[in-house]
C-alpha cells in the first residue's frame, strides 16, 4: 500500500539578476578555496550555537528516499576525548607500523600525518558522524530500510564541512583505523557505524598546511562538458 503523496508551494530561491548570481558563484568559490584540512588546533573554545547550527545544516543534506541515515554525536567533554584520543592511537599506533600497507603510506608522506593525535584532546569540539544502516521503528519495533546511505552520509558530511568552514572554523576529517572503538565509547546501538570524527575548532596560531594539500586536480582534468 503506498503513502499518501501530498505537497506544498516550494518556498523559492533568491531573486539575483546573473550578474548577481555569478557573483555569488565566484565568493563561494573563493570561500571554499580558503578551506583547509588542519591537524594543529587551538583549545580556543567554540560557542555551542555555531556547532549546533552546522549539524543542522548537516541534517538538511539530500538522503535516499529521505531516511537521513545518519547520527551525529558532538563531543566537547574532556575526559570523552581523552578516551577517544587514547583508543584512537592505538589502533593509529598499528595503522602507521604496517597495517596500512606501503602503497597507503608512501601516499601519506607527504601530508605528514603520524600515530599521534592530540587534537582529539585540544580542539574543543569531536563531531562523530555515524552511518545508520537501518533504523528501527519506535512504536513497532520493526527495521525500517535506508537506501544509499554511504552516499547520503558523505553530503551530510560535505555539508557539515561547509558549514563550520563557513563560520570560520577550521575542521579535521580523521579517520582512525578501525574506527568500531567509537561506537562503544559513544554508546551508540549496533545498526550505526561510525564513519568519521569532524574535528572542530580554530588553528593552533602556528598550525601549517602539507603544500601537498595545495594540489588540486584542474578544472580540465575533473570535469567533461557535453554542450
Ligand atoms: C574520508 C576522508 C578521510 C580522511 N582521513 C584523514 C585522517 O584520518 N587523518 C588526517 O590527518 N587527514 C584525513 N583526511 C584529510 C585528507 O588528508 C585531506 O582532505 C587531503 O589531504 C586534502 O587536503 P585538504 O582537505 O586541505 O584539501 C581525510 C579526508 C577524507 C575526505
Not at 140 to 156: D, F, P, R, W
Not at 173 to 194: A, I, N, Q, V, W
Not at 206 to 224: C, G, H, Q, R, Y
Request: glycine content about 6%; overall charge neutral; aromatic content about 10%.
Amino acid at each position: 500500500m503506498s503513502a499518501e503523496f501530498r505537497v506544498v508551494p516550494f518556498a523559492g530561491l533568491p531573486d539575483y539578476s546573473e550578474e548577481e548570481r555569478l557573483q555569488c558563484s565566484r565568493e563561494f568559490l573563493r570561500l571554499m578555496q580558503g578551506r583547509r584540512t588542519i591537524r594543529d588546533f587551538s583549545s580556543k573554545p567554540v560557542h555551542r550555537d555555531i556547532i549546533k547550527n552546522a549539524v543542522r545544516a548537516a541534517g538538511l543534506a539530500p538522503s535516499g528516499a529521505n531516511k537521513q541515515p545518519w547520527h551525529f554525536a558532538v563531543v566537547s567533554n574532556p575526559e570523552m576525548k581523552r578516551k577517544i584520543r587514547k583508543a584512537a592511537e592505538i589502533e593509529e599506533e598499528e595503522f602507521y607500523a604496517g597495517k596500512a600497507g606501503e602503497a597507503w603510506l608512501k601516499d601519506l608522506a607527504p601530508l605528514g600525518t603520524d600515530p599521534k593525535k592530540p587534537f582529539l584532546e585540544i580542539a574543543p569540539y569531536l563531531i562523530v558522524v555515524f552511518q545508520q544502516n537501518y533504523d528501527i521503528d519506535s512504536s513497532t519495533g520493526e527495521k525500517i530500510k535506508h537506501y544509499y546511505i554511504q552516499e547520503s552520509v558523505g553530503l551530510a558530511c560535505g555539508f557539515l564541512i561547509t558549514a563550520l568552514h563557513n563560520a570560520g572554523l577550521a575542521t579535521l576529517t580523521h579517520t582512525p583505523s578501525p574506527m568500531g572503538f567509537l561506537r562503544e565509547l559513544l554508546g551508540r546501538p549496533k545498526h550505526e557505524k561510525p564513519v568519521m570524527i569532524i574535528v572542530a575548532g580554530y588553528p593552533s596560531d602556528t598550525a601549517t598546511v602539507p603544500e601537498e594539500a595545495l594540489n588540486k586536480k584542474s578544472l580540465d582534468v575533473i570535469v567533461s562538458w557535453f554542450d
